[in-house]
């Protein structure tokens, strides 16, 4: 018989151990695969949605500075595939602007988005026509061109082309060019945005995805980053499960191994066999978790779909194998177990019973003032730390360091509490409360890993939850900022200032409209850097109750007189506060308003101003008009018919601004659902393990309840005791651990999104949840105390 | 005053295992008065703890009539059961079991508190036994010898009229338990207690009053010659 049936003898005996072990790792593994592999489809999908709805970029000079030729050169020796892309408009209203592009290079954009913007007839074309300068568009467009006259514009041949945005002409770039000191040029270098999965643009240049509206990836990023972030804390609370479950088999086999040796054993070859054991169950364990973890993923993808769908337009969610990250935090789990269960049979000469004496007080004292040490140094680095790297190791020593402290605190409260009983309180029922103080403290010893386990799973509910809910209330924010009104229209295509107000006029008329938001967009500088502008009427009613993060009174009628609203980005970037001064520049005119407001706005690093439309250059930088509809009852009103019925709206784009904010608000109630699934799921994995630990700590500590049944107290009212003791260190653990929720959450919104994209959440505290964590917290309690069913048994009492 | 503390006649109690129940007790008879200390000697496996908690109200027996102080034990509900052990029945067990989480100080105080005692002398009590500087430790930062003259202190404390103990001096070498017999019989002689003691010390045997053999579930006088 080898030591093989020797170990497999204590688990028959104690098969529960071994289920419990097994239970711990898979359901570790199980929520951590199954959240990446979440996020990883997500992420690809992220990646899929960018090169399918927006195969081209625009590339720009990460100094601000326009891109001229020399750029162009440049990037096509670095040997990218790019194109130029040179847009003239014209001072006329009604006049189309002319697009030149370079049919040869043009080619490259088309290998990447067949099917989208310009044909490939078009491009062969304009190919075909270099000999004589054409203009190809529609035929509306054709012939407003034909009646304004250019300076030389009679020489271009005018080839009518069905399917070509209207309010455009497409030529070749040196038709453009030419034309060029008759309006205002913009030159664009477009890239395809798979060329950069190939090759990397030089250093001194950035893409940027030409689009004034929804810009999600930021937002989509941080989401799934925070939710790896939750992924990879339930694999630290396994770890710290795992090992107290292990630890706690091993003492029980303690005086078997011990015979061993005794035997003739070598201690060497006991050790190895029993790391091969651990090796064992933690690859069974995790293989298994990571299998059920994709069968977890399967069935929240719908609903993870559909949140993704609805927040941020993402569609697919394609099944994937688990990604090398999965199998990385596995083997985290697998090296963390192994590693630490090395440490405890390196221990296991010396004798660890644990013991509730004095001699531990005092190394409770000491670890105590370590714990706090540790923390108040990782929150001094936390608090001063920029870099995510140090940001998460600051966060991960604050949390070592309070999860050590938790238990600790609640040894020192017990502490109190047995000092208080014993020195102020008389009467039978005081003995009992002070014994009750003294056993809670010993349950607090010997759970001390279980504890820290729950403290961390009760933390990563709270704080994923503040991270959720900020998203939320963040999302919900910023669709109210920018779904105000019942439509949204854009043009598409550029307006200059007087067709806009034609626009705005038309659109006034048009039936059951009852009031139109002009917003205008565009770039101006401020202390020489970029800025986005954007402009809009401050008296309109579609601007009443915007939401701002600090306004000074009246804040629309300010800015109609003399001010500027500024998003927060920009106020914490340029230490901007209400009431300061800005200086900038639109076009060619600088401009000197007073910060009247601060508006939040996520998801978009770049810094933004708003200003009264009526103090708009017309010779705005990338001047673009869209404009907000309120209508009277837009339920029975047929819009979607507009483009249709009125041919100066055609080409142009509406929403419904209602439904897409329903959609979004539907979208945030399965993720709410989800991250309830999740967080449910790590409350169950630390309660599982805190149930498991307990059946066995309290065999151990069974002695003493039957003690207390001999000495007179009855049976029933142990009973009542043990499940009040287990409730009220979980009850108790539940407020201590409520601060580090608090503290997680505010880590994550607050140090780990600025570090990782530049922007914060605001916190968000809801004591209604921490309510329902905490009686979840008593309920885990008094469920690990009722599972002891009769805490007396005669039988402990038997002497060895 | 009645004198007789434990009445028991024709007591059977059985344990099951799995299908099978085997007798324990079969017809056990006992009276034990109010400073009386009696020995109950027997092998291994005979029945002696299972007497003890009978005597106690921790198991309750298949049939047969038991009087504790005067009151039949079918009219004893839990709660009584339990209000004798917390005040009037102390049991003392072969290595001490004192409360781990409670130093021996605390122990003695708990014991007297559950009967609801104020005062219970303690220290003068840890004085005598020979281990006042026990009192701060904890139980396992004491010897075995220690341990059980603390908890002879805690079932003293409790100020019992019955005491039953099961082998006290088990877990103690014999130099120890040549040391803790005499005190512990002096205590129980100052305080007229009545005492059952269950042991295989015949040392411990040969001073009590009267001594028991437990064999094939029931008591007899113990006779020296026969089991010699």
Not at chain 1, 350 to 364: I, L, V, Y
Request: net charge positive; glycine share 10%.
């Amino acid at each position: 018989m080898g030591l093989g049936s020797v170990f497999l003898s204590h688990y028959r005996r104690h098969p529960g151990q071994l289920a419990g072990l097994l239970l711990i790792l898979i359901c570790a593994a199980m929520l951590w695969s199954g959240v990446r592999s979440l996020t990883g489809r997500a992420e690809h999908a992220v990646e899929q949605s960018r090169a399918a709805l927006e195969p081209r970029l625009s590339v720009v000079r990460v100094d601000g500075r326009p891109v001229d030729v020399a750029d162009f050169a440049r990037l096509r020796r670095a040997g990218l595939c790019v194109s130029p892309r040179l847009q003239v408009s014209f001072p006329l209203a009604d006049t189309p602007d002319v697009v030149g592009i370079d049919p040869f290079t043009a080619g490259c954009l088309r290998q990447y988005s067949v099917g989208t913007g310009v044909g490939i007839s078009v491009v062969d074309e304009l190919l075909a026509g270099l000999d004589r300068p054409t203009l190809l568009g529609a035929a509306a467009d054709l012939a407003r061109w034909q009646q304004l006259s250019l300076p030389g514009s009679g020489d271009y041949r005018l080839d009518a082309v069905e399917g070509l945005p209207s309010g455009l002409l497409l030529s070749d770039i040196s038709v453009a060019a030419g034309l060029a000191s008759v309006g205002r040029a913009t030159l664009e270098i477009l890239l395809p945005a798979a060329e950069l999965d190939r090759l990397p643009l030089p250093e001194g240049y950035k893409a940027r995805i030409e689009d004034y509206g929804v810009e999600p990836d930021p937002l989509v990023e941080a989401f799934l980053f925070n939710l790896n972030a939750l992924g990879a804390l339930a694999l630290l609370v396994a770890a710290l499960l795992v090992r107290s479950v292990y630890r706690f088999a091993l003492e029980q086999r303690r005086r078997t191994l011990e015979i061993l040796v005794r035997l003739g054993v070598r201690p060497a070859r006991l050790r190895l066999a029993l790391v091969a054991e651990v090796l064992l169950l933690a690859l069974a364990g995790a293989s298994l978790g990571v299998l059920f973890g994709e069968w977890l993923a399967a069935a929240m993808a719908d609903g993870f779909r559909g949140t993704l769908s609805g927040l941020f337009g993402m569609d697919t969610l394609a099944q994937r194998p688990p990604a090398a990250a999965t199998w990385l935090g596995v083997l985290l789990i697998l090296a963390l177990v192994v590693g630490w269960a090395c440490v405890d049979l390196l221990l296991l000469r010396r004798s660890a019973q644990p013991a509730a004496t004095q001699m531990g007080e005092r190394r409770w004292r000491a670890a105590l003032i370590a714990m706090l040490f540790l923390m108040l140094a990782s929150l001094a680095v936390l608090l001063a730390a920029e870099k995510l790297w140090l940001i998460f190791l600051a966060t991960a020593g604050c949390l070592v360091g309070a999860g050590l402290l938790l238990p600790a605190l609640l040894n020192l409260l017990l502490a109190r509490a047995e000092r208080r009983c014993r020195d102020q309180l008389s009467g039978s029922g005081a003995p009992l409360l002070e014994w009750s103080c003294a056993e809670m403290r010993a349950l607090c010893r010997l759970q001390q890993l279980p504890l820290t386990a729950l403290a961390f799973a009760i933390a990563a509910v709270i704080g994923v939850q503040a991270m959720v809910a900020g998203f939320e209330a963040t999302f919900a924010r910023w669709l109210d900022q920018r779904l105000r009104g019942d439509l949204y229209l854009d043009p598409g295509r550029p307006l200059v200032e007087s067709a806009a107000d034609e626009w705005g006029g038309r659109l006034q008329a048009l039936p059951g409209v009852t009031a139109v938001l002009p917003m205008v967009r565009g770039r101006g500088l401020l202390g020489g850097l970029p800025v986005d502008v954007m402009a809009l009427d401050p008296a309109s009613p579609l601007v009443r109750g915007w939401p701002f993060l600090a306004a000074a009174p009246d804040p629309w009628p300010a800015l109609a007189a003399r001010g500027v609203l500024i998003n927060e980005q920009l106020a914490r970037r340029q230490s901007l506060a209400l009431g300061d001064q800005v200086r900038f520049r639109l076009g060619t005119e600088p401009q000197a308003r007073e910060v009247i407001g601060i508006y939040a706005d996520y998801g978009r690093p770049e810094g933004e101003l708003i200003v009264p439309v009526a103090t708009l250059p017309d010779a705005l930088p990338g001047r673009y008009t869209t404009f907000v509809l309120g209508l009277n009852g837009a339920g029975g009103i047929d819009w979607q018919d507009w483009p249709e019925q009125y041919p100066w709206l055609a080409g142009s784009r509406l929403r419904d601004q209602a439904g897409l904010k329903r959609a979004a608000n539907a979208a945030f109630a399965r993720t709410f659902q989800m991250t309830r699934l999740l967080n449910g799921l790590t409350l169950a994995l630390a309660g599982t393990a805190l149930a498991l630990m307990g059946l066995v700590i309290f065999r151990i500590r069974q002695r003493s309840y039957t003690l207390l049944h001999v000495y007179g107290v009855p049976r029933r009212r142990l009973r009542r005791r043990l499940i009040a003791h287990s409730m009220l260190i979980t009850g108790l653990l539940g407020l201590l651990a409520t601060p580090l929720g608090i503290f997680l959450g505010w880590v994550l919104v607050a140090r780990v999104n600025p570090a990782a994209f530049g922007w914060a959440l605001p916190l968000q505290l809801y004591p209604g949840f921490w309510l329902q964590v905490w009686l979840a917290c008593l309920l885990i309690g008094g469920f690990v105390g009722a599972l002891m069913r009769d805490p007396v048994r005669l039988e402990t009492l038997k002497n060895e | 005053m009645n004198d007789v503390l434990i009445q028991a006649r024709d007591l059977c109690m059985s344990y099951r295992t799995g299908r099978e129940r085997i007798g324990v007790l079969r017809g056990l008879s006992l009276e034990l008065r109010r400073g009386e200390a009696v020995a109950v000697i027997g092998p291994s496996g005979s029945g002696k703890s299972t007497l003890l908690n009978l005597l106690n109200g921790l198991l309750r027996p298949d049939s047969g009539q038991l009087r504790v102080f005067g009151r039949e034990q079918a009219e004893l509900g839990e709660g009584d059961w339990a209000a004798l052990r917390r005040t009037r029945i102390a049991t003392l067990f072969q290595d001490g079991n004192l409360i781990p989480t409670l130093t021996v100080a605390r122990n003695i105080a708990f014991r007297a508190g559950l009967a609801g005692l104020e005062q219970h002398g303690g220290q003068a009590l840890l004085e005598r036994l020979d281990i006042a500087d026990t009192a701060q430790r904890y139980p396992d930062q004491i010897s075995g010898g220690q341990r059980q003259r603390a908890a002879l202190a805690c079932a003293f404390a409790m100020q019992p009229e019955l005491m039953l103990a099961d082998e006290p001096t088990g877990s103690l070498d014999q130099t120890t338990a040549q040391r803790a017999i005499p005190l512990f019989f002096d205590a129980i002689r100052e305080r007229a207690l009545g005492a059952l003691i269950v042991t295989h010390n015949p040392e411990l045997a040969r001073r009590c009053d009267r001594i028991l053999e437990l064999r094939q579930g029931a008591l007899s006088p113990w006779d020296s010659a026969v089991s010699s």
